[in-house]
């Protein structure tokens, strides 16, 4: 993999599960569209960084691994944000999520988060079956996912 276009310190997938833990604070901190953006980006891309990053073992990288990454349901729906994120849509699947809200105002979004007056964000990711996930039960399973398959695979970072 080379290096020479690698964001700052970010040299390993061990380095960008880091980096996802770091967004998953921020997004407890205060939800906003802008952090949640940064943390399904990250939490999906983090599947290139395995199939690519040398320090990552072979036996993580076999067809049967990332394929089980492709389709645990948290990473999905991680990935169909994030690839509806940067193209507008969904084109080469079909997506998992049906649709994401978002509201802000009284009454919406934790007590005592977000700017006076104006509060924190309330995001909601809707499937198909009427179901919802707010963005806490998202950033749970995309980080128990990624726990999973490193610790699975004893990689740095678990």
Same mark, same amino acid.
């Given at each position: 993999? &080379?290096?020479? +276009?690698?964001? %700052?310190?970010?040299?390993? !997938?061990? $380095?960008? /599960?880091?980096?996802?833990?770091?967004?998953?604070?921020? /997004?407890?901190?205060?939800? &906003?569209?802008?952090?949640?953006?940064? #943390?399904?980006?990250? %939490?999906?891309? +983090?599947?290139?960084?395995?199939?690519?990053?040398?320090? @990552?073992?072979? !036996?993580?990288?076999?067809?049967?691994?990332?394929?089980?990454?492709?389709?645990?349901?948290?990473? &999905?729906?991680? %990935?169909?944000?994030?690839?509806?994120?940067?193209? #507008? $849509?969904?084109?080469?699947?079909?997506?998992? !999520?049906?649709?994401?809200?978002?509201?802000?105002?009284? =009454?919406? *979004?934790? #007590?005592?988060? *977000? =700017?006076?007056?104006? %509060?924190? $964000?309330?995001?909601?990711?809707? +499937?198909?079956?009427?179901?919802?996930?707010?963005? #806490? !039960? /998202?950033? $749970?399973? @995309?980080?128990?996912?990624?726990?999973?398959?490193?610790?699975?695979?004893?990689?740095?970072?678990?």
């Amino acid at each position: 993999m &080379t290096h020479k +276009l690698l964001p %700052g310190s970010l040299r390993s !997938a061990p $380095e960008l /599960l880091q980096k996802l833990r770091r967004d998953a604070a921020l /997004l407890e901190d205060e939800v &906003t569209s802008d952090r949640l953006f940064n #943390f399904v980006v990250t %939490g999906y891309s +983090l599947i290139d960084w395995i199939k690519h990053d040398p320090t @990552v073992p072979a !036996a993580a990288k076999v067809g049967s691994e990332i394929d089980s990454l492709y389709h645990d349901p948290w990473l &999905t729906l991680c %990935g169909d944000l994030a690839t509806a994120a940067k193209h #507008f $849509e969904l084109t080469t699947r079909k997506p998992t !999520a049906s649709g994401v809200t978002a509201a802000r105002g009284w =009454g919406v *979004g934790r #007590f005592g988060k *977000g =700017g006076y007056g104006v %509060g924190e $964000e309330e995001i909601r990711v809707h +499937l198909p079956d009427g179901t919802a996930h707010d963005v #806490f !039960a /998202l950033v $749970e399973g @995309v980080l128990w996912a990624w726990k999973n398959f490193f610790t699975r695979h004893g990689l740095a970072g678990a």
